[in-house]
């Protein structure tokens, strides 16, 4: 619980210094990016590896939360160590667990 | 594309993967940094992903990592196409058998094809045929037929004079001749034309060649006078007459005389220097005159003779001093009379000088006649000549309307 609090505060620290100096905050602090074409192609930035890979669940893990995609005829259409490459038809896209 | 390209250069394996932790094996690997494309999963508990072919050492730990088992269901690329064609030996030889063949057969012309644009004077076949005499037929080879193809194209345009353009070109194994027909203007009618008379004179032969002649031999003739109509009488099997306008043609000879007179003055005045002088000299410096000497005079009319003398040079380069002698002569008028033998060769001079300018170069002088009377001081010559030309002179003939130009007011003489 203590360590918890410590990189919360830390977190803070961190997007107060980076508003400071107009720094963009998906360049230090982690945070994904997602580039998607209309419904049937998505590109996620900055991921932290795959939880679940269905037909019609996606699940990724990011720096501090999950994105879980939903949809029809979902695959993968590459994967390298910062990049994700899906397509299909999407539904639905959300994000759950932890906080942003 | 690129990535495409370089991974037929590289070569690629499609990997069958086997297991329940799949996803853990895509995160390890991409972990790894391997690359991963078209992954799908045709089945719970089965998956079917791509790799680089040099990648797939590197996936080995994975699968062991994850507790999946993959196997590979397929090559593709060159490394593997190279790696198949030359565990067979047979098949490269077939491969490089086959692109000579490809590469000997397209040096040869296999099609000759023909296209004549035009209203038919000439025919594809003629063209066919003159192009398998030129040496153009199937199984030909191509860079022949490029290195000949001036002088054939030249020999074509002799063989057809009815073609306007022809022109070969080799597209693959297939020689394009398209030739084009010459379109000839239509053909003019020939202005009626008559022959007239270019100088004055008496007919003495007349030859028509074509056309209706107007005088006879014997006719006096003036400058401008019809002498050939160009017009043909042809007589009618009903016994009518028919006129057709023409081109009149012919050689009319005639008898043409040409005359120069000449007067010829007996007494002339003329200029004598008389006994009475005058001599002045100057020196001359820049343009100021100092006179240095004179003598004698002249009273009435005189003639100046100057003389310079420029002093030496070596210390006057821009002639600033000279020594100039005047010498001023009498003048006297005397009245001189020539003989008649004189004044007969002066105007025979004159007339034959007179007459060069009228008589045409080449011209036969048949007669000459000279005349010749002194009145008074003054010698009166006349010198004719005859000459026998053709005075034939064809002339556009006037519109059947009366409209056009007379010939008599067009030429000049």
């Not at chain 1, 074409?37 to 990011?62: A, D, K, Q, S």
């Not at chain 2, 203007?185 to 202005?191: A, D, I, M, S, V």
């Not at chain 2, 099997?237 to 007067?263: H, P, S």
């Not at chain 2, 002179?393 to 130009?405: I, K, S, T």
């Amino acid at each position: 619980m203590g360590n918890n609090g410590a990189s919360r505060q830390k977190k803070r620290w961190q997007e107060k210094i980076f508003d400071l100096f107009g720094l963009p905050r998906k360049v230090l602090l982690d945070l994904p990016r997602l580039v998607m074409l209309g419904n049937c192609r998505l590109i996620v930035e900055n991921h932290r590896g795959l939880l679940e890979y269905t037909e019609t669940v996606i699940r990724i893990r990011t720096a501090r939360t999950e994105l879980k995609i939903s949809g029809e005829n979902l695959s993968l259409m590459y994967m390298i160590k910062e990049e994700i490459g899906l397509e299909g038809k999407f539904t639905c896209i959300e994000w759950s667990g932890g906080e942003e | 594309m690129y990535r495409r390209l370089a991974d037929l250069f590289h070569g690629s394996l499609v990997v069958m993967v086997r297991g329940k932790k799949l996803e853990d094996l895509l995160n390890k690997a991409a972990a790894r940094g391997i690359s991963l494309w078209g992954v799908k999963r045709p089945a719970p508990g089965l998956m079917l992903l791509k790799i680089r072919a040099g990648d797939f050492p590197f996936l080995r730990p994975c699968f062991r990592e994850s507790g999946t088992r993959g196997k590979i269901l397929r090559r593709t690329g060159l490394p593997f196409v190279a790696g198949r064609l030359w565990r067979r030996k047979d098949r490269l030889l077939g491969l490089a058998f086959f692109l000579i063949a490809l590469q000997v057969m397209a040096s040869f012309v296999w099609f000759v094809t023909v296209t004549v644009d035009g209203g038919g004077k000439i025919r594809a076949e003629e063209i066919d045929a003159g192009l398998r005499e030129l040496g153009i037929s199937p199984g030909m080879m191509r860079g022949r037929i490029e290195k000949n193809r001036d002088r054939i194209l030249r020999e074509l345009a002799v063989r057809f004079p009815e073609a306007a353009w022809i022109d070969m070109e080799i597209r693959g194994v297939v020689v394009f001749v398209t030739v084009v027909e010459r379109s000839a203007p239509p053909e003019k009618q020939p202005l009626p034309v008559n022959i007239v008379a270019a100088k004055a004179g008496l007919v003495s032969e007349i030859i028509v060649l074509k056309g209706t002649p107007v005088v006879a031999e014997g006719a006096m003739v003036n400058r401008g006078d019809l002498l050939i109509l160009g017009e043909q009488i042809l007589p009618r099997l009903d016994g009518g007459i028919e006129t057709r306008r023409g081109q009149a043609a012919g050689i009319v000879k005639a008898r043409v005389w040409y005359e120069t007179r000449v007067e010829e003055p007996l007494v002339t005045w003329s200029a004598v220097r008389g006994p009475q002088k005058r001599v002045e000299l100057f020196l001359r410096y820049k343009d100021r005159f100092l006179p240095l000497y004179r003598r004698g005079e002249i009273i009435g009319r005189n003639y100046l003779e100057r003389q310079r003398k420029t002093l030496y040079r070596g210390r006057n380069q821009i002639n600033l001093v000279e020594l100039i002698k005047d010498v001023y002569s009498e003048q006297r008028w005397v009245k001189t009379r020539i003989t008649p033998e004189e004044a007969l060769a002066r105007a025979r001079r004159e007339g034959e000088m007179k007459l060069s300018l009228l008589l045409a170069p080449g011209l036969e002088i048949r007669d000459r006649r000279e005349e010749w009377e002194i009145t008074g001081d003054f010698f009166f010559y006349r010198l004719v000549v005859e000459t026998l030309e053709d005075i034939a002179r064809p002339v556009a003939a006037p519109a059947e309307n009366g409209e056009g130009f007379f010939p008599r007011e067009e030429d000049g003489r």
